[in-house]
């Protein structure tokens, strides 16, 4: 069965660091690109960052550069997303997304390349 799961969500105070997991059961991610996505309520689902499948490459949205950062571990076939200086306005569900291929590049929008989606882990940033 073909599975994607977050976790690592939780509550964190402004300026705090969360470390989120996404690991994908069923199948290799060594030829699928990960991406990340977050959704608020009321807002569109925004693309936040990706991995190629070769890890040869990442993309970010330019207004989470430097806050954020993904990384990819192939023995266990997960991808991790780093956000430090979290503020209240990253308060979300975050999803994480697998497109096969997309060794050079991917896209961080919610494109139909992503064809396998999690669940969602929440995020909640506040005092």
């Known amino acids: 069965q073909v599975q994607l799961v977050e976790s690592g969500g939780g509550l964190v105070q402004p300026g705090g660091s969360l470390r989120l997991s996404c690991t994908a059961y069923?199948?290799?991610?060594?030829?699928?690109?990960i991406g990340w996505f977050r959704q608020a309520p009321g807002k569109e689902r925004e693309g936040i960052s990706c991995?190629?499948?070769?890890?040869?490459?990442?993309n970010y949205e330019d207004s989470l550069k430097g806050r954020f950062t993904i990384s990819k571990d192939y023995a266990k076939n997960t991808v991790y997303l780093q956000m430090d200086s979290l503020k209240p306005e990253d308060t979300a569900v975050y999803f994480c997304?697998?497109?096969?291929?997309?060794?050079?590049?991917?896209?961080?929008?919610?494109?139909?390349?992503?064809?396998?989606w999690g669940q969602g882990t929440q995020v909640t940033v506040s005092s």
């Open positions: 991995i190629s499948s070769g890890g040869l490459s990442t």
């Open positions: 997304a697998a497109g096969l291929g997309l060794t050079y590049f991917c896209p961080t929008t919610p494109d139909p390349k992503y064809a396998y």
């Open positions: 069923g199948f290799t991610l060594d030829n699928y690109a």
